[in-house]
């Protein structure tokens, strides 16, 4: 089972309402359960370098199925985990990657959002995720 380019946009489409309700500027990727690339839209004047750091938040969050703050605590000097980000071609390991589950709690995919604070970013990703609660 894997999310639908309907639920991906609608993920995207809650995520970039949050992000303009707090004021700031997003790059906003949704994965699939196979990690690729589903969804994406850069918010207009948008970090650029943002733009590649929402996908691998998205693909961090989907290959490891929790979210990538929680991936950035076990990968700290002396953690289970540690110098994970080297992985898989690259891995992003603090907040903005989340996993987006189905009623019946099987992983679909996964939204990572950047271009802020890890604070907003965080936020910005679970109203995505939340839309499709």
Same mark, same amino acid.
């Given at each position: 089972?894997?999310?639908?380019?309907? =639920?991906?946009?609608?993920?995207?489409?809650?995520?970039?309402?949050?992000?303009?309700?707090?004021?700031?500027?997003?790059?906003?990727?949704?994965?699939?359960?196979?990690?690729?690339?589903?969804?994406?839209?850069?918010?207009?004047?948008?970090?650029?370098?943002?733009?590649?750091?929402?996908?691998?938040?998205?693909?961090?969050?989907?290959?490891?199925?929790?979210?990538?703050?929680?991936?950035?605590?076990?990968? =700290?000097?002396?953690?289970?985990?540690?110098?994970?980000?080297?992985?898989?071609?690259?891995?992003?390991?603090?907040?903005?990657?989340?996993?987006?589950?189905?009623?019946?709690?099987?992983?679909?995919?996964?939204?990572?959002?950047?271009?802020?604070?890890?604070?907003?970013?965080?936020?910005?990703? =679970?109203?995505?995720?939340?839309?499709?609660?």
């Amino acid at each position: 089972m894997s999310i639908t380019l309907e =639920q991906a946009e609608t993920a995207v489409k809650a995520a970039k309402a949050k992000a303009v309700e707090i004021g700031t500027l997003m790059n906003i990727a949704v994965v699939d359960a196979g990690a690729n690339l589903t969804a994406f839209v850069r918010m207009d004047g948008a970090w650029l370098g943002s733009a590649d750091i929402s996908q691998k938040k998205a693909r961090t969050a989907r290959y490891f199925d929790m979210p990538t703050g929680e991936i950035g605590k076990l990968s =700290q000097p002396g953690g289970s985990l540690y110098n994970i980000e080297h992985s898989n071609g690259g891995l992003i390991t603090f907040p903005g990657g989340i996993p987006i589950k189905n009623g019946n709690g099987d992983i679909i995919g996964a939204i990572g959002v950047s271009g802020s604070s890890v604070e907003n970013d965080h936020t910005v990703a =679970q109203a995505g995720v939340d839309a499709l609660s």
